[in-house]
C-alpha cells in the first residue's frame, strides 16, 4: 500500500513538472518568435530602403529605361515606365505600357526635370526657389495628378503669403482646388479684415475723442 502511495505521489510530482516545463516551452516559443518577427521588420524596412535608393540611382540613367521623356528646349532624358508607373498608370489618356515617349515640352525646362527628379527620389528642395517657381510646380503637379507633390507645393506656398499675394493666391487655389493653401490665404484674408477693423476703429475713437 506505501508503494502505492509512494508512486502516486511521484507521478503526480512528474505530472507538475511536465506541466511547468511545457510552460516553460510555450514562453520560449512565444519570445523566439517575437524575436523573429522583430528582426523580420527590420529586414523590411532595410528592404525597402534598398529598393528606394535603386529607385532613385535611375534617375537620368539609361540603365534599364524604356521611355523617353521630351523636354523643354529639344531636350530629352530616358526614363522608366516601372518607376513613373508607380504614381500613374495613364499618360494623357492612353496606357504608360502603350506610349514610348512623354512629352513634357510645354513645361518649363526647369519645372518638368524637378517633377520627374521628385518622381524617382521623393526629393523636393524648396529652400532656394521662388513664388513663380513652385506656383508652376503646383500646375504641373495638378495637371499630371502627382498628389503627393501637389501637397508640397501648396504647403510651401503658405510660407509666402502677404498681403501683396493672397488674394493672387487664394484665386489660383480656388482654380485649382488646393485647399491647404485656400485654406491659409482664407485664414489670412480673414486676420487682415480683422485688422483693418480694428484700425478703422481705433482712428473712430480717436476722432470722437478729438
Known amino acids: 500500500m506505501a508503494d502505492v502511495d509512494y508512486w502516486k505521489k511521484e507521478a503526480t510530482r512528474l505530472q507538475d513538472k511536465l506541466t511547468e516545463l511545457e510552460k516553460h516551452l510555450s514562453e520560449v516559443e512565444i519570445k523566439y518568435q517575437l524575436a523573429l518577427a522583430g528582426q523580420g521588420e527590420d529586414n523590411h524596412v532595410e528592404h525597402n530602403s534598398r529598393l528606394l535608393q535603386t529607385v532613385a540611382g535611375l534617375y537620368g540613367q539609361h540603365l534599364y529605361s524604356d521611355i523617353t521623356i521630351l523636354l523643354d528646349g529639344e ?49 523636393f528642395e524648396t529652400k532656394d526657389v521662388n513664388v513663380s517657381f513652385l506656383e508652376e510646380l503646383l500646375k504641373a503637379a495638378v495637371k499630371y495628378k502627382l498628389d503627393n507633390l501637389n501637397e508640397r507645393c501648396q504647403k510651401a506656398l503658405v510660407y509666402f503669403i502677404d498681403q501683396t499675394n493672397c488674394s493672387r493666391f487664394f484665386q489660383t487655389a480656388d482654380e485649382m482646388s488646393a485647399s491647404i ?28 475723442a478729438d
Do not use: P
Not at 495613364?90 to 514610348?100: A, I, K, Q
Not at 491659409?184 to 480673414?190: D, I, Q, V
Open 75 to 123: 531636350r530629352a532624358i530616358r526614363g522608366h515606365k516601372l518607376v513613373l508607373s508607380s504614381w500613374f498608370d495613364e499618360w494623357c489618356g492612353t496606357n504608360l505600357n502603350d506610349v514610348d515617349i512623354i512629352d513634357l515640352s510645354d513645361l518649363d525646362y526647369t519645372i518638368a526635370l524637378t517633377m520627374i527628379q521628385w518622381i524617382y527620389t521623393d526629393v
Open 181 to 208: 493653401l485656400k485654406n491659409h490665404c482664407s485664414e489670412f484674408l480673414s486676420l487682415t479684415e480683422l485688422k483693418v477693423l480694428v484700425y478703422i476703429s481705433m482712428l473712430t475713437s480717436a476722432s470722437i
